[in-house]
């Protein structure tokens, strides 16, 4: 599986952005599907996930963040909407074949990594 994040950019707090993550290869609509981040200095850490008809958020984006997806398009989508500076990163889309529900904020659970697309707010 491939996959291919898109659609980060600067923007100013308070503003919104919408992720994109392509893939190909495989059967995309029995996968499972995160988005992580990265900032400078830190960890990644998990952001959001869906796996069939579970939905899981951080606890610091819940509200704010969705996340969803189109098996027509092979796409998935993380609307991020009341930015703001805490969430500059560079954000990543992960895909699994299968994973428990446990296991969707665990990064190393996830098999395939898209290449990262950053994501900068200004205050």
């Known amino acids: 599986v491939q996959l291919q994040a898109s659609g980060g950019g600067l923007v100013q707090a308070g503003g919104s952005l919408r992720l994109s993550c392509a893939a190909s290869?495989?059967?995309?609509?029995?996968?499972?599907l995160g988005w992580f981040r990265q900032a400078p200095g830190n960890d990644r850490e998990f952001v959001s996930a869906?796996?069939?008809?579970?939905?899981l958020f951080a606890t610091s984006v819940r509200g704010r963040f969705t996340i969803s997806r189109d098996n027509a398009k092979n796409t998935v989508y993380l609307q991020m909407n009341s930015l703001k500076p805490e969430d500059t990163a560079v954000y990543y889309c992960a895909a699994a074949e299968s994973l428990i529900y446990s296991s969707l904020p665990n990064d190393g659970a996830w098999p395939y990594w898209g290449q990262g697309t950053l994501v900068t707010v200004s205050s």
């Open positions: 869906i796996r069939g008809g579970d939905k």
């Open positions: 290869g495989g059967s995309f609509s029995r996968y499972a």
